[in-house]
């Protein structure tokens, strides 16, 4: 462990979950000192043989007793995707918005913090990080107003393109994001489905963006960064996917009811060395991860409420579950 890692001390909230589960590989690879804090809002349980406090984001009492024993938080922590977060609006709006509101107020340490590009929602041209923000859902407008927050500290905002692709052996994979989804269709049913297929995403690795948010700790940089790899419209990520599994395409004629249309510019983060990847996990990558797992059987069932948010969160609510 470098002398300048022994230095650093990371609280990684919400580090139970999808991303999570890359980010707490690398910084074990690379010798951090971390801790977890989660309350396991996605998961059932948590194996990861890492130091661990369940906790709520909106238990500010716990958090304000832990903040100082650390130098750098990373904050994944929130009720993620558009579908998820209309379930229960004032739960969106504590986790995502207000619980950031108070850690800018609260800690003065270095702060790394997860948005979205869904924030520039319907935009024909390129969107740099100076585009003015078109949020298009709750989602999104939580996310700004989140990052407004943070805006003057400490702190590095990372919007990230659609995370795709399997993170650690414990954390539970999402199949409501379009690489996944689309694959996992592919590999079940033979066929995909394509609403449109004219609107761009951005999209990347989910250990790739892993690695963007540990790059993040070693440097100085603040602001707003586009984190993605690639952009694709939609059609021709569906001809990739088919093209790797070998299914069918069927072009559905309705207008998808998403009428998010945006492609990034990177160039910042590329110029301030917050996308240098060990290896850069392309679209086949995922697919091929995916595909794999479904094929060989460790993938049960592909279509289960635990891999989709929005599902997950509807059964939690039905069940009385939120406090």
Same mark, same amino acid.
């Given at each position: 462990?470098?002398?300048?890692?022994?230095?650093?001390?990371?609280?990684?909230?919400?580090?139970?979950?999808?991303?999570?589960?890359?980010?707490?590989?690398?910084?074990?690879?690379?010798?951090?000192?971390?801790?977890?804090?989660?309350?396991?809002?996605?998961?059932?349980?948590?194996?990861?043989?890492?130091?661990?406090?369940?906790?709520?984001?909106?238990?500010?009492?716990?958090?304000?007793?832990?903040?100082?024993?650390?130098?750098?938080?990373?904050?994944?922590?929130?009720?993620?995707?558009?579908?998820?977060?209309?379930?229960?609006?004032?739960?969106?709006?504590?986790?995502?918005?207000?619980?950031?509101?108070?850690?800018?107020?609260?800690?003065?340490?270095?702060?790394?913090?997860? &948005?979205?590009?869904?924030?520039?929602?319907?935009?024909?041209?390129?969107?740099?990080?100076?585009?003015?923000?078109?949020?298009?859902?709750?989602?999104?407008?939580?996310?700004?107003?989140?990052?407004?927050?943070?805006?003057?500290?400490?702190?590095?905002?990372?919007?990230?393109?659609?995370?795709?692709?399997?993170?650690?052996?414990?954390?539970?994979?999402?199949?409501?994001?379009?690489?996944?989804?689309?694959?996992?269709?592919?590999?079940?049913?033979?066929?995909?489905?394509?609403?449109?297929?004219?609107?761009?995403?951005?999209?990347?690795?989910?250990?790739?963006?892993?690695?963007?948010?540990?790059?993040?700790?070693?440097?100085?940089? &603040?602001?707003?960064?586009?984190?993605?790899?690639?952009?694709?419209?939609?059609?021709?990520?569906?001809?990739?996917?088919?093209?790797?599994?070998?299914?069918?395409?069927?072009?559905?004629? &309705?207008?998808?009811?998403?009428?998010?249309?945006?492609?990034?510019?990177?160039?910042?983060?590329?110029? &301030?060395?917050?996308?240098?990847?060990?290896?850069?996990?392309?679209?086949?990558?995922?697919?091929?991860?995916?595909?794999?797992?479904?094929?060989?059987?460790?993938?049960?069932?592909?279509?289960?409420?635990?891999?989709?948010?929005?599902?997950?969160?509807?059964?939690?609510?039905?069940?009385?579950?939120?406090?």
């Amino acid at each position: 462990m470098s002398t300048h890692n022994k230095k650093m001390k990371v609280l990684v909230v919400g580090g139970a979950g999808y991303i999570g589960g890359s980010v707490t590989d690398i910084l074990q690879e690379r010798g951090i000192p971390f801790t977890v804090y989660d309350n396991l809002l996605y998961e059932h349980h948590y194996l990861k043989p890492v130091d661990f406090v369940f906790g709520d984001v909106r238990d500010t009492k716990k958090l304000k007793k832990l903040l100082p024993k650390y130098s750098h938080i990373i904050w994944l922590a929130a009720v993620v995707g558009d579908a998820a977060c209309q379930v229960r609006p004032s739960l969106t709006a504590e986790v995502n918005r207000d619980a950031v509101e108070w850690l800018s107020k609260n800690f003065r340490g270095r702060i790394v913090f997860t &948005s979205t590009c869904s924030v520039y929602g319907e935009n024909i041209n390129e969107a740099k990080e100076t585009t003015k923000p078109k949020p298009l859902s709750l989602y999104a407008r939580t996310k700004i107003e989140a990052e407004n927050f943070l805006k003057g500290k400490d702190a590095v905002i990372l919007r990230l393109g659609t995370v795709f692709g399997v993170s650690d052996s414990y954390s539970r994979l999402r199949m409501d994001l379009a690489v996944n989804y689309m694959t996992a269709s592919a590999a079940t049913k033979g066929k995909l489905s394509i609403y449109g297929g004219s609107q761009w995403r951005p999209f990347i690795h989910v250990y790739n963006v892993a690695e963007a948010i540990v790059n993040t700790l070693f440097t100085q940089k &603040s602001g707003v960064y586009n984190v993605a790899a690639l952009n694709y419209k939609i059609k021709d990520l569906g001809k990739e996917i088919a093209s790797i599994t070998k299914c069918k395409i069927e072009y559905v004629k &309705s207008k998808s009811k998403d009428e998010r249309n945006y492609h990034i510019s990177t160039k910042k983060a590329e110029r &301030s060395g917050l996308l240098k990847f060990k290896k850069l996990l392309d679209v086949p990558y995922g697919v091929q991860q995916i595909s794999s797992l479904i094929g060989s059987g460790k993938i049960k069932f592909a279509d289960s409420d635990v891999y989709f948010n929005e599902r997950h969160i509807i059964n939690l609510n039905n069940e009385n579950r939120f406090k």
